[in-house]
Each structure stands twice: as structure tokens, then as C-alpha cells.
């Protein structure tokens, strides 16, 4: 049984984007930098207990923002990280859902501004993951140019792209534009395996789906009472394929640990997002259970050394 962690520190901004709602507001104490400040050392109090070294994919414009407004706090968080053995991977500067439109000058800047922020750090970036999963061969060039081992974008789950089309379809009825993406089907299509890109000199590291009807294997699924598209006993099979399948990849998003009343959190968010509805604490256990049953986990950095 092999586990591989990765945690993406998409921080509050993005959810309202892909919910299509106003800017978060901070009149009712929700700050910027709670995906660094308040989330994170929730995951690493959970990984230090369960023996966990995780790859962490860092927002660039996130990390900037924290060391010239914020006093450097969410960099000390990634500090520790480093210091406790996690990994930190590029997850673009701007977290622009519209990247893969951009011009191929335009994404290497992007990703050069975030490996930059990440090297200040002292930490040595290897690998990346596209804003929103959608990407394209020449968005992974210029990752490969940046002399990284792999790219961790493919979410191979086409029933994960079709209720995103759904959802974004309805939101648009009700006047609410996303930014998510509506092309790149292909990040949602292909081999669930790690494998080779060998035009490309880079391994291709998927996030993990289920066997039936390929659902991700995600903390949004895996963590709320009801996942998305999903009834209760279909989200607790999940969780038991999750913690019983031979080889897993399971990605997060620093949101999974939020606390809606602490953080602050918009009620429209809230509502918006299905799985802020399970408390907090029945989130923490199930992921601390996921973990535990598991064996604990790895980066994919530590994989690729292991394995390749």
C-alpha cells in the first residue's frame, strides 16, 4: 500500500471566483492569508500526528502578498513545513484559471515569478499544478523549462468535468459567472497511472479517482457528511475505497480544515460550498481516520525517489 499527500493552498479569493461571488469581504474577520495563516497549521498538526510528509502546492501572489503586507506569518508556516519535511511545489503566481490561454512568454513568467518566491524560501521546487487542473502540453513545456522532474495537473475524471460543466451551467442561469474553466477537457481524461512524458522529460503524477464511475479521490469528496453529486453512504463507500485501495494519491485543499464561523467565512460561500456545511471537527477526524488507516503518507517528490 503506497499513499502519496499533496495539499493546495488555494487561498479564500479563488472560492469566490468559482462560485462566482462577489471579493470576500473582511468586514465579518475573514483576513487574506488564512489558506498560509490559519489552514495550513491546521493540515500540519494532522500530518505531524500521522506521520505524513506531503507536498504543498504554494499561490505565488499569496506568498508575496505575506511577506510585504503580513509580516512574513504564513512564511514561517512554510518554514516549518519545510523544516518537518514537506515539499513545496509551484502552483502558479496568479492562480489564473485562464492560464492555459495565456501566451507561452506570459505562463513562464508566471511560473518563474512563483519558483522565485519559493527559492527565497530556501525550498527547491520540482514539480507543478495547474490552477483549476486545465492544462495543455504548452503550458508543461514551460514547467519542463524550469528544469522540474514532473507535473501533477491530470485529474483523470470525466465525471468530475461533466458536474463542473453542470454546476457552472446552472450558476450562469442564476447570473453567476465562474472562472473556472469551461475547455481543457483532456485534464480530465487519460491514464490514472504515473506515468512518462518523455517529449516533454516530465512524469506525469495523477491525482487519484475511484475505480466506478472514476470520482476523485479529494478531500471535497472524501471529508464532507454528502460530497458533491453524491448521498451519504455513497461518500462513506468512498471513503472506505479511499483508505483500501492499493495505491492512492489524495489531494486537498487547504478549505477542507476551514472554519466557517472562526474564519469568518461569507454564508453566501457557505452555501455555495457544500462540504463547509460538515463541521469542522467531523472533517479533522475523517481525514486524521483516512491517514491513519493508510499508514501515514509521502510527498511525491520522496515517491518519484523511492519508486523511479
Known amino acids: 500500500m503506497s499513499t502519496i499527500v499533496s495539499l493546495d493552498l488555494d487561498d479564500l479569493d479563488c472560492y469566490h471566483a468559482i462560485h462566482g461571488l462577489d471579493a470576500p469581504a473582511q468586514a465579518q474577520g475573514a483576513q487574506p492569508g488564512l489558506a498560509l495563516e490559519r489552514w495550513l497549521p491546521r493540515f500540519l498538526d494532522v500530518f505531524a500526528a500521522k506521520d505524513v510528509r506531503a ?10 502578498r505575506d511577506l510585504r503586507e503580513r509580516g512574513g506569518r504564513g512564511a514561517e508556516v512554510l518554514a516549518r513545513a519545510k523544516h518537518d519535511g514537506h515539499e513545496l511545489a509551484n502552483h502558479g503566481y496568479a492562480h489564473a484559471y485562464d492560464m492555459v490561454r495565456w501566451s507561452e512568454a506570459e505562463i513562464a513568467e508566471d511560473l518563474r515569478r512563483c519558483d522565485d518566491l519559493l527559492r527565497e524560501l530556501g525550498a527547491a521546487p520540482k514539480g507543478f499544478r495547474a490552477p483549476g487542473y486545465t492544462h495543455d502540453r504548452r503550458m508543461l513545456l514551460q514547467v519542463a523549462g524550469l528544469g522540474y522532474r514532473y507535473d501533477s495537473s491530470l485529474l483523470p475524471s470525466p465525471t468530475y468535468y461533466l458536474g463542473k460543466l453542470g454546476v457552472m451551467g446552472l450558476r450562469r442561469l442564476r447570473g453567476r459567472k465562474s472562472v473556472s474553466q469551461r475547455g481543457g477537457a483532456s485534464s480530465f481524461l487519460g491514464n490514472t497511472a504515473v506515468h512518462l512524458l518523455p517529449e516533454l522529460g516530465l512524469w506525469e503524477i495523477p491525482i487519484s479517482v475511484s475505480r466506478a464511475l472514476r470520482l476523485p479521490l479529494i478531500g471535497t469528496f472524501l471529508l464532507p457528511d454528502a460530497p458533491p453529486m453524491m448521498t451519504r453512504l455513497q461518500g462513506e463507500a468512498l471513503r472506505r475505497e479511499a483508505a483500501q485501495t492499493r495505491h492512492l494519491h489524495v489531494e486537498l485543499h487547504a478549505i477542507d480544515l476551514a472554519d466557517p464561523e472562526a474564519d469568518g467565512l461569507d454564508s453566501a460561500l457557505v452555501r455555495a460550498a457544500r462540504e463547509l456545511g460538515t463541521p469542522l471537527d467531523r472533517r479533522l ?17 520522496r515517491a518519484m525517489n523511492r519508486s523511479l
Open 55 to 64: 507536498t504543498i502546492f504554494v499561490i505565488g501572489k499569496d506568498l508575496e
Open 285 to 301: 477526524e475523517r481525514l486524521t481516520a483516512l491517514l491513519a488507516a493508510r499508514g501515514g503518507g509521502t510527498s511525491i517528490a
